[in-house]
């Protein structure tokens, strides 16, 4: 009787050898293993809440990530690019440090735009891209290279060093249980205002940074002596 238990399996295994939707097959599955399992109905949909609950965070990134590649497919990047264009004065190096500071700001209230993956390749990227050729140079793949990674960096850079400003978020407990084990009590309001000071130089810093590296990009990529090279 114990094998009855693996009568989902056999589903799961028929299912798929016939071609049919992945998605019934594995819900017909499930259903099946409670109900000849003794779980019933209202087990099992205790047990995806339980389980929907523990892993949000997992959840709420998948669905962002469905989101993301939607928007892209209907236009998203050629949109941000086109926004981008209409600016005077644009320049990866630009886009970059104003992302940072925004990032930031909704950094210190932990909200969160999906990271690298969600916001800063479909909306960032594109952006960036946009402010090179708005001035009519078509975009070196070098130089992208090098736009992916001080976007990535000033979102991590940001994120990290912002988060913690928020009183209660998982940055701010680490951090005080840490010091807490090793004797040192103190109070998250007390930790924020220490750590307001460290956020604004690091965003600054890594502003600054990049906006000096992507200057020097941009002359080595897209200067006259380089377009004699490539067209010689």
């Known amino acids: ?22 998605i019934l097959i594995i819900l017909c ?14 087990g099992l949909l205790n047990t995806l809440g339980t389980s929907f609950v523990a892993n949000r965070a997992m959840a ?13 497919r209907n236009g998203l990047k050629d949109a941000a690019a086109s926004l981008i264009e209409k600016i005077k004065g644009a320049s990866p190096g630009k886009v970059i440090g104003a992302y ?10 932990n909200v969160s735009f999906g990271g690298v993956a969600g916001f800063v390749r479909p909306i960032i990227m594109p952006m960036a891209a946009g402010s090179i050729e708005a001035k009519g140079e078509k975009v070196n793949e070098d130089h992208l290279d090098e736009i992916k990674g001080m976007a990535s960096g000033m979102e991590n850079i940001a ?12 940055g701010g407990l680490l951090v005080q249980s840490t010091l807490a084990s090793l004797g040192y009590h103190v109070e998250l309001i007390d930790l924020v205002k220490v750590e307001i000071p460290v956020a604004i130089v690091a965003v600054s810093v890594a502003i600054v940074y990049y906006y000096l590296k992507d200057k020097k990009l941009c002359k080595k990529y897209y200067s006259k002596d380089r377009k004699e090279e490539e067209t010689a």
């Open 29 to 42: 599955a499930a259903i099946v293993t409670a109900l000849v399992g003794g779980l019933g109905i209202t």
């Open 1 to 22: 009787m114990e094998l009855i238990k693996l009568l989902g399996i056999l589903i799961v295994i028929i299912g798929f050898a016939l071609k049919k939707d992945s």
């Open 159 to 170: 994120w990290f060093f912002c988060q913690v400003l928020f009183v209660g978020g998982a």
């Open 60 to 72: 709420i990134f998948i669905l962002i990530m469905f989101v993301t590649g939607t928007l892209e």
């Open 100 to 109: 940072g500071i925004m990032r930031g700001i909704f950094g210190a209230f």
